[in-house]
């Protein structure tokens, strides 16, 4: 190529003055950190699936919208049972809290944490 071809190809190409596009990973975890944010400060029913295995002091379960809770209490003990636990901070993918209440046994099929949720919301 001729040093004249050259220098008009080098002046046609498009700079892109744009800043660099985050990678996808990132923007999942800005999003999902920022839909997770609607939880916090209210309490939900989390049904335990059992010991934390990174601190045996916490239990952990799971909301109905499928997020893992993690808040302190018994979770040999409070497993398959469900509790009220108040959220105090949210990540990504992972809610952790403070357990308020464990309702009865049988209480779920009759909606009592449902209106636990409620209640506390007003």
């Known amino acids: 190529m001729s040093d004249l071809m050259h220098q008009?190809?080098?002046c046609t190409v498009c700079?892109?003055?744009?800043?660099?596009a985050l990678p996808a990973v990132q923007?999942?975890?800005e999003v999902?950190?920022?839909?997770s944010q609607r939880f916090h400060g209210r309490t939900l029913e989390v049904l335990v699936e059992?010991?934390?295995p990174k601190d045996n002091k916490q239990a952990f379960g799971r909301i109905r919208h499928n997020k893992l809770v993690y808040f302190n209490g018994n979770?040999?003990?409070?497993?398959?049972?469900?509790?009220?636990v108040r959220i105090d901070q949210c990540n990504?993918?992972?809610?952790?809290?403070?357990?308020?209440?464990?309702?009865?046994?049988?209480?779920?099929?009759l909606g009592v944490g449902r209106n636990r949720e409620e209640q506390m919301a007003v």
Do not use: Y
């Open 92 to 109: 990504a993918f992972s809610l952790f809290g403070q357990m308020v209440e464990v309702l009865p046994i049988g209480s779920g099929a």
């Open 15 to 20: 700079v892109d003055s744009s800043p660099p």
């Open 27 to 29: 923007v999942v975890m």
């Open 50 to 52: 059992g010991v934390n």
């Open 75 to 84: 979770g040999i003990e409070l497993k398959g049972r469900l509790v009220m």
């Open 8 to 10: 008009l190809w080098t």
């Open 32 to 35: 999902a950190t920022e839909r």
